[in-house]
């Protein structure tokens, strides 16, 4: 199982450990991929990630796939945008036996603009900023003329931040071309693995009206919007709540798929 974490996530995220521990008691193997500058590790490039980098996931995938007799994937948030690209990209030839997105912002437009205002704009963006421009500033220094130091400085949002420093360096041109050529919601028909799609109704970065519905994917797609979640919450019981939901979902949709391939899915 390779889980790919959200914006600025890592193996430390509270889903990915709660995944990898319910993955580790059904004993298989586990892998948490991190993108380029996360957990810990710096970027010395100048690219980084981005939601529509299905290359960055197919690379992935390949290293593992010859070591494993079954391969199953789950993307979190930006990391399900990039996964479920990448399944649109290589349609029956995607490693992936089965696959499941969590909380992707499967519309770039509608996910960004969101984040941008309103407590969105206060509690989200203003979170994700707190490490997007150190580092954008770091991968600066180490690469001159890059992007205006000054303008990321002033950046507060996503379009300020993505139209400055994502869609230039990953050759869209400006944050409009990178979200919507990025979205994976128009891609989802040409998606030939079983996937499930896992989006809350409620949740804080995509707003309902930007789901898709059973007529916009293939019939290998499986859509579960439950009316609560958050984003990639799904917490149950009383306050604070429990996480173990989300990763039971998961591999309960998951493991058929893998079970009816490799049952036991060990390294060769």
């Not at 949740?203 to 499986?222: G, I, K, M, N, R």
């Amino acid at each position: 199982m390779v889980l790919f974490h959200g914006l600025e996530g890592s193996s430390a995220s509270h889903y990915a450990k709660a995944l990898m521990q319910a993955v580790a008691a059904r004993g298989w193997h586990g892998a948490v991929s991190h993108f380029r500058g996360c957990g810990g590790v710096d970027n010395p490039l100048p690219r980084a990630y981005h939601a529509g980098d299905a290359a960055e996931v197919r690379w992935i995938l390949q290293r593992l796939s010859g070591r494993f007799a079954a391969i199953a994937a789950v993307g979190v948030s930006l990391g399900g945008s990039m996964l479920l690209n990448y399944l649109a990209d290589d349609g029956q030839a995607a490693l992936p036996l089965a696959a499941a997105a969590v909380s992707a912002p499967l519309d770039l437009v509608a996910a960004s603009t969101r984040l941008d205002r309103g407590l969105g704009k206060l509690l989200y963006t203003r979170m994700f900023m707190d490490t997007l421009k150190p580092k954008a500033m770091a991968s600066l220094q180490r690469h001159p003329g890059l992007f205006d130091g000054a303008r990321l400085s002033r950046a507060r949002t996503f379009i300020e931040f993505d139209d400055l420093v994502t869609a230039p360096i990953h050759g869209f041109g400006t944050a409009l071309n990178y979200w919507t050529q990025a979205s994976s919601k128009p891609r989802l028909g040409q998606i030939a693995r079983p996937t499930l799609v896992l989006n809350a109704r409620n949740d804080p970065f995509l707003p309902e009206s930007a789901l898709p519905d059973a007529s916009q994917v293939s019939p290998a797609v499986t859509l579960d919007f439950p009316s609560d979640g958050g984003h990639v919450g799904f917490a149950t019981g009383p306050f604070p709540g429990r996480i173990d939901w989300l990763p039971q979902r998961l591999l309960a949709f998951i493991a058929p798929h893998l079970q009816s391939a490799a049952p036991e899915c060990h390294s060769r």
